[in-house]
């Protein structure tokens, strides 16, 4: 029976979904007991018959009751008795106490524990005394929700408010596959750092628990939220209430002129000083008392601040701030009740922070002591003068039960560990200051209540995956020129050549230089085949950019190139991360490594510097060399710049001595070394262009040098009396620099996403660290794909999803091959398909330190170069090169590779017939481009878009790259191109098929762009225009609509007469509802737009029967492209000729007229003279940018005072020109498009250019022909 028990018992807690473990133990005090309810329907109300207290008891059923043993009477002493409620998976469990009398204890933990074991809602009455801080806390309401959108609000909203001191908890769940989306439609909680309105909250799951806890403090009304699976639009909200119902009264004065002090209580408040936000009066002495409930610390938060003083010495107007024991800073606070634990300094094992205030409170029981033992101790020395310690530690011993101080040890300060100190009472604060100047490494200590026993481990830092990789550190510190070395050289000697080969020249390539240029300005040393050692300081500036560094070995004079040097690149800077100056002032963990680009090979003026044994620290007077090319003179009003490399013996300066108050005092730390002579006429030194140059000492005599310092600093001018140099002991930074490297190692072979760098094979997966989940911030990865050769590598991503910006300047994934960028992405739809040119691939992947979104995951494989979807390879003389999907617009993100290879010619040339893609960017970079390259030494020779096709390149040699890419947006029509290794020679496209209509001659009229009343065409310079001399442009078209027979004719559009049968106008001019031919008239002959202010009239109007707009024109699909601008209308009727009615001439095919020939476009009534603005000043980014197409023309003025436009109303009329009062007129325009409000700075009148559809208008108007069968 007892096996089937506990058979029971166990599958219970672990198939149902809900269980609670109710464990009443009473100990010392009798009282009446308890009687518990709960239920799980609100209907239930049958109470469970008969339960004893004595044992585990189990619970089941919709509700039920229990009691404390001997319930109603006193329950006995040493009584233990334990409840299990178990309830239906889908249901949660609510708990209410019925009678409650148990004997109040600190924290009840002698009485009462609750257990949750899984997540659920529980309520329950609290009673008036002992269950005010349970171990525990019990959900008051709540519970589990599910769907695909449902409500949820705090008990009695909006009507009352909540109470206090409840706990409510909801649990809910959407579909698998969705995220639950959580939005407050109304909230309204207190204090005021919780009334913000919160914004909408997602999920990474579909599994969401929301916990609401109030005190036993203010009240308000609550909030009502909103729960939706994620695939749903957004629920909308309301603002966040003005008031807030509160149980308290309001705050009393912050401000007293009296002798005492202000008294503040409650829970928050506010204080100023006198007169804010205006400036305090003189002669005052003001304090406040603030008092918060017992349990409770005091935050003080600063919003504002404004004392006159210097900052760290307060003098006259101070603000101090103490409470029982000492003055207070911000800082770190701890309390723990633990019977053993460690207390570090902040940043420990690095340097604490200047100005903080940290506090430890750690208490015991009543008959406990508290013992505290510091293990490692390293504060800012006592000042010399003062003897006060400024950075300190003091640890006060108190009694807990009266508050009392019982004993204050210290201040401490300095290096000498305090002694073991032992409480008398049963509660210890540890108190911890620093000032605003001088830091150092702080402090760690442990405490216990029983020493006996052994003291406190921490947990070991987390093991590196690189820790175990090995170094191979090479053979070092013999050169093979030894250098002459002499003991007391005054001011240094020059060095023989070669005889430090590790020096290292820094090189730095300024941005005051816009082409590169190296200037020397730092030293550093040569201590691996990878790796330069040097001061972290030479790169306060330019330390991310790594393009400007080089790092020069095998030199001696910097005045010209040497035979023996060798200049590599930089592929890393690696400054110790403790490092802050200037931000902080010193210039402790002055230490940086540089990777090179290359590896190094040893030679007779290039070799290694050995490294020191860990911690190694050098005795007293012991000599050793400082080398570099700085200042020879010591004067910094009239510094000499070494030319060959100088070396300079120092002693090194005990540090006790050196951190003396009259040589560097607080400045030196342990992490450093002190070298030079002390008297005046021994003093030698390093200087400025010195900086992370090496200190290199022997052991013994003719054994290898090891570097023992990094120039660091030193006195300004140099040399001064008790001020030696000082460097970085490197020593002391022997794993620093033994993790980085081990770091690099395995970060060469690691993508940093996990896995591998390197992928080798015929297919895989890449993805991002956590995928699905998100990526983290500050994340670098790379892998190089390799597949067999002759193969290419195609890459599918399946899934994308980064932060969003422009340009891709955070976030992002960028691809290369071979030949240069794939592209680059960053937006939450994943890139087409790519095919690389050649059998590797190259994928980086990087993101910031702010948003973070699920990444990407990819598959690759290896191809077929047929399987390439655009470009490839080729060795014919001749041959065409075509945008994908020519004639029509090029896909986003294509990328084609075409290689050229043509044996044994001279020169390859390439050409381009037609070229439409992207403009350049406002910054001037190509985001959709074409890119030339010399194939046999891949040597760039232009990047080329917009829309002026480049002109021919010659490529020598029989070999060239051709890359074309494109981005995500704004696609246009392409490129058609072509390559030759004859110049004389060019490709030609095959011809089109025929048409039926090819053959039909269109008969264009004889006599056209002559009217027979001249145009004032003198009048070139009138601003805005004038009115036109009557039927002086007499091919002028007024194109009037009626939608609607009750509506009458209107002015729409003009057009230009160009046949007796045919009008050009604007494509525009027919957009949605107006595309209807039956819709329009065109009338000819007219001057005023009221008729009967011409008389006698000619005006004539003719009916329409059909119109064609270009195929091509997408402006109502797409309104940022505004391209073939153009249509064709025929009338039902020909037009017959009048003086006042003629037809003008159309330009010869792909005729443009030269910048600043003076044109006019003419409109009701008007005519303005506006010259020719060329197509490259108007395609700039400060006037039309990529709107403009070489299929238009751009005209206007560019001073403010003459701008003349095209106005609406004048849109599809002619823009006519005449070479000479004899040459004809030619409709050379039609009006497009211009600023709005017609005129503008930068803003010329852009017309779709005639010339350029010469072929479109005659193949449209012989297709009409044939189609309707007349005959012209």
């Not at 609670?20 to 005090?29: D, K, S």
């Not at 891709?808 to 960053?826: A, E, F, P, Q, W």
């Not at 005023?1088 to 024109?1113: L, Q, Y």
């Amino acid at each position: 029976m007892d096996e089937e028990k506990g058979s029971r018992r166990s599958r219970g807690c672990s198939t149902l979904e809900k269980c609670l473990i109710f464990l009443f133990v009473a100990m010392t005090g009798v009282c009446i007991g308890l009687v518990v309810v709960y239920f799980t329907e609100k209907n239930s109300t049958t109470l469970t018959e008969g339960l004893r207290c004595g044992g585990p008891q189990e619970l089941s059923g919709e509700s039920g009751a229990f009691t404390s043993y001997n319930y109603p009477n006193s329950y006995d002493n040493g009584k233990s008795c334990t409840w299990q409620i178990t309830v239906d998976p889908d249901k949660v469990i609510q708990l209410w106490f019925e009678e409650f009398a148990v004997e109040d204890t600190e924290l009840c933990t002698k009485i009462l524990w609750l257990h949750q074991t899984k997540a659920g809602g529980v309520s329950y009455k609290p009673p008036d005394r002992c269950l005010q801080s349970p171990l525990i806390e019990i959900a008051g309401a709540g519970g589990y929700l599910q769907g695909d959108r449902g409500d949820l609000m705090t008990p009695g909203f909006p009507e009352q408010n909540y109470p206090n001191g409840a706990l409510y908890q909801w649990k809910i769940t959407v579909p698998e596959g969705e995220r639950v989306r959580l939005t407050f439609t109304s909230f309204d909680l207190v204090p005021e750092v919780c009334g913000d309105f919160i914004q909408p909250v997602e999920t990474s799951g579909n599994t969401m628990v929301l916990r609401f806890k109030t005190d036993n403090t203010l009240t308000s009304k609550g909030f009502r939220a909103t729960f939706t699976k994620s695939s749903l639009p957004p629920v909308s909200t309301t603002p966040k209430p003005s008031t807030t119902t509160t149980t308290q009264t309001p705050p009393p004065s912050t401000t007293s002129g009296g002798d005492g002090p202000v008294i503040i209580k409650g829970r928050k408040g506010e204080i100023h000083s006198p007169g804010y936000p205006n400036a305090y009066p003189a002669h005052q002495k003001i304090s406040w008392k603030i008092s918060v409930p017992k349990g409770f610390l005091v935050k003080l938060q600063f919003t504002d601040m404004a004392i006159t003083g210097e900052i760290g010495q307060c003098k006259e107007d101070k603000l101090i701030i103490t409470d029982n024991y000492s003055t207070l800073d911000p800082g770190l606070w701890l309390f723990s009740r633990a019977p053993t634990g460690v207390i570090k300094s902040q940043n420990w094992p690095m340097n604490y922070k200047a100005n903080a205030e940290c506090m430890w409170n750690i208490d015991a029981p009543f008959n406990k002591r508290i013992t505290l033992n510091l293990t490692h101790f390293d504060l800012e020395a006592k000042d010399f003068l003062s003897s006060k310690c400024y950075d300190n530690i003091v640890v006060f011993d108190i009694n807990s039960w009266t508050n009392a101080l019982i004993q204050k040890h210290g201040p401490f300060c300095g290096t000498k560990l305090p002694a073991t100190i032992l409480t008398k009472g049963n509660r210890l604060v540890i108190r911890f200051h620093s000032d605003l100047f001088t830091e150092s490494k702080g402090f760690r200590a442990y405490w216990t209540r029983d020493p006996s026993l052994p003291a406190p481990t921490e947990p070991p830092v987390p093991a590196n995956p690189w820790d175990d990789i090995d170094i191979e550190w090479p053979p070092c510190g013999r050169p093979a020129t030894p250098p002459s070395v002499t003991s007391r050289i005054v001011n240094g000697e020059p060095a023989t050549p070669h005889s430090w080969p590790w020096q290292v020249s820094m090189q730095v390539w300024p941005a005051s230089r816009p082409e590169p240029t190296f200037f020397h300005t730092c030293g550093g040393t040569l201590i691996h085949k990878n790796w330069v050692m040097t001061a972290a300081h030479c790169f306060i500036n330019y330390a991310d950019e790594l393009q400007r560094w080089n790092m020069c070995l095998g030199k001696h004079n910097l005045t010209f190139t040497e035979p023996s040097q060798r200049c590599f690149n930089v592929t890393g800077i690696y400054r110790h991360e403790g490092f802050k100056y200037p931000t902080v002032p010193t210039v402790e963990f002055d230490i940086a490594l540089v990777r090179l680009d290359g590896d190094v090979t040893p030679s007779n003026e290039i070799s290694f510097a050995c490294l020191p044994s860990v911690e190694e620290v050098l005795p007293a007077t012991k000599k050793c060399y400082a080398t570099g090319w700085g200042d020879e003179t010591g004067d910094s009003m009239n510094a000499k710049v070494a030319e060959a490399l100088n070396q300079v013996a120092l002693p090194v300066v005990p540090y006790d001595t050196c951190k003396r108050m009259d040589y560097w005092w607080f400045q030196v730390k342990t992490t450093m070394i002190c070298c030079g002579y002390t008297l005046p006429d021994e003093l030698q030194s390093v200087c400025q262009g010195d900086s992370g140059g090496p200190l290199v000492c022997q052991d013994t005599a003719g054994g290898p040098w090891e570097v023992h310092g990094i120039t660091s600093f030193g006195p300004i001018g140099c040399i001064m009396n008790k001020k030696p140099s000082v460097f970085t002991r490197s020593s002391a930074y022997i794993p620093w620099i033994g993790n980085v490297i081990r770091r690099d190692l395995y970060n060469q072979h690691t993508s940093g996403c996990g896995g591998p760098k390197d992928l080798i094979g015929t297919k895989g997966t890449v993805s991002s660290m956590g995928f699905p989940g998100n990526y983290d911030n500050k994340a670098r990865c790379e892998w190089t794909i390799q597949v067999p050769e002759g193969q290419l590598v195609h890459l599918h991503f399946s899934n994308f999803s980064l932060e969003e910006s422009q340009l891709c300047l955070n976030d992002k994934v960028s691809i290369r091959d071979g030949v240069g960028s794939l592209g680059t992405h960053c937006n939450h739809l994943p890139p087409t398909d790519l095919v690389s040119d050649g059998n590797k691939l190259h994928i980086s992947f990087s993101s910031n330190d702010k948003v973070v979104d699920t990444g990407f995951t990819a598959t690759w494989r290896g191809v077929s170069p047929t399987e390439a979807p655009c470009g490839g390879s080729f060795n014919t003389a001749q041959g065409e090169i075509n945008s994908p999907n020519w004639p029509n617009d090029y896909q986003a993100q294509s990328v084609c590779t075409w290689r050229i290879t043509i044996p044994a010619v001279k020169s390859v040339h390439i050409g381009f017939t037609h070229f439409e893609l992207q403009a350049a960017n406002m910054l001037g970079n190509c985001v959709d481009y074409v890119e030339v390259f010399n194939g046999e030494t891949m040597a760039s020779l232009g990047r080329f878009c917009g829309f002026a096709p480049p002109s021919t390149l010659t490529i020598p040699g029989g070999s060239v790259v051709i890359r074309f890419l494109s981005n995500g947006a704004d696609h246009q029509k392409g490129f058609r191109g072509y390559w030759t290794n004859d110049v004389g020679v060019i490709p030609t496209l095959p011809p089109t098929p025929p048409n039926p209509w090819d053959n039909i001659t269109i008969t264009w009229p004889v006599q056209c762009g002559n009217p027979a009343v001249k145009p004032k065409s003198a009048a070139m310079r009138v601003v805005n225009g004038v009115e036109a001399t009557p039927h002086s442009w007499p091919w002028q078209v007024s194109m009037q609509a009626s939608p609607m027979s009750l509506i009458p004719y209107m002015h729409g559009c003009g057009g230009s007469l160009i046949h007796e049968d045919w009008i050009l106008t604007a494509a525009h001019c027919f957009m949605f509802p107006l595309s209807n031919p039956s819709y329009w008239r065109m009338c000819l002959g007219k001057h005023h737009m009221n008729s009967s202010m011409d008389v006698p009239s000619a005006e004539e109007c003719f009916k329409v029967d059909s119109i064609i707009r270009h195929e091509g024109f997408v402006y109502e699909q797409d309104p940022t492209d505004i391209s073939n601008d153009i249509a064709l209308v025929h009338l039902a009727t020909a037009v017959n000729m009048t003086k006042e009615i003629s037809p003008v001439c159309l330009p010869k095919p792909g005729a443009v007229m030269p910048a600043g020939t003076p044109c006019y476009v003419t409109g009701w009534g008007d005519e303005k003279a506006l010259p020719i603005v060329d197509f490259q000043t108007c395609s700039k980014p400060a006037y039309w940018w990529d709107s403009l197409r070489p299929s238009m023309i751009c005209a206007g003025y560019e001073s403010p005072d003459e701008l003349k436009s095209a106005c609406q109303g004048d849109s599809g009329g002619p823009f006519a020109c005449s070479g000479s009062g004899t040459t004809p007129w030619e409709v050379h325009g039609i009006v497009s498009f211009g600023p709005q409000g017609c005129i503008k700075d930068k803003k010329p009148s852009v017309f779709t250019r005639v010339s350029a559809f010469s072929d479109w208008i005659d193949t449209n108007i012989k297709k009409f022909i044939h189609e309707s069968g007349k005959t012209y």
